[in-house]
């Protein structure tokens, strides 16, 4: 039942093609927040805190632990939740039912457009408690590019998220291509050839008749004379 336009794919068992799915928008789109992802949670981890003379690591930003944590969060989850979409969608052409496509693409245009509020939510966490942070409270000369790399690739990660929720809506609103079902002919093609004749042959109708034959009734006759005609009596 799976048509050119079932939700973006083809029919299902279609040979793979490498090079037009790696130059797709979506999947340019899915590589950019991949790399993204990791600039911001990597920077973090690798940069984000700070040592104050003792054991103890304080967050760059703002000293706030819970800033760095849900950098990281968001960050790790949103690697890998690019790694299943790709591969979802290397699988997607392979789904046969129409249903499960739908459930598929519903999934996906949930998910980025949730991350994509987290993204936001998370770049004006950080870029907030980046603008609180006092030089004379941390030593900043390591961390501050880590710090503003983070935002930055935030922030980055927010229309990259946005534009794969936009790609996923447009998948849903592309749906089944109904017109397989169609019983029209398409453009260009002959009409198909109708198997009997019709009834209206010559502009008229022919009325069925039930018996073609049917034998008259039987009818006693009785021959008359003709006018002025006598019988002579017998002798």
Same mark, same amino acid.
């Given at each position: ?63 706030? !632990?819970? @800033? ?9 989850? =949103?690697?890998? #939740? +690019?790694?299943?979409?790709?591969? /979802? ?60 790399? !983070?935002? @930055? ?9 946005? =534009?794969?929720? #936009? +790609?996923?809506?447009?998948?849903? /609103? ?62």
């Amino acid at each position: 039942m799976d048509g050119p336009g079932s939700f973006g794919a083809g029919r299902a068992g279609a040979a793979f093609d490498p090079l037009s799915f790696a130059t797709r928008p979506q999947t340019v789109l899915r590589l950019l927040a991949w790399i993204f992802s990791m600039v911001v949670f990597g920077s973090i981890i690798n940069e984000g805190y700070v040592n104050m003379g003792s054991e103890r690591l304080h967050c760059v930003y703002n000293k706030n !632990a819970d @800033a760095c944590n849900y950098a990281i969060t968001i960050g790790v989850v =949103a690697f890998l #939740a +690019c790694l299943f979409f790709l591969a /979802l969608d290397i699988y997607f052409p392979q789904i046969s039912s129409v249903k499960d496509r739908k459930r598929a693409v519903l999934f996906e245009m949930g998910f980025s457009g949730f991350w994509t509020f987290l993204w936001f939510v998370g770049f004006c966490f950080l870029a907030n408690q980046w603008s609180h942070t006092s030089p004379e409270e941390l030593p900043l000369e390591q961390a501050t590019d880590a710090a503003r790399a !983070a935002i @930055a690739f935030s922030f980055f990660s927010i229309l990259t998220w946005a =534009a794969l929720t #936009a +790609c996923a809506v447009q998948k849903f /609103l592309l749906g089944t291509d109904m017109s397989l079902f169609s019983t029209e002919p398409a453009a260009g093609q002959p009409e198909p050839k109708q198997p009997y004749p019709p009834n209206d042959v010559t502009g008229q109708t022919t009325i069925p008749v039930n018996n073609a034959y049917q034998s008259p009734p039987l009818i006693e006759t009785v021959e008359t004379p003709p006018p002025g005609y006598q019988i002579t009596p017998a002798f």
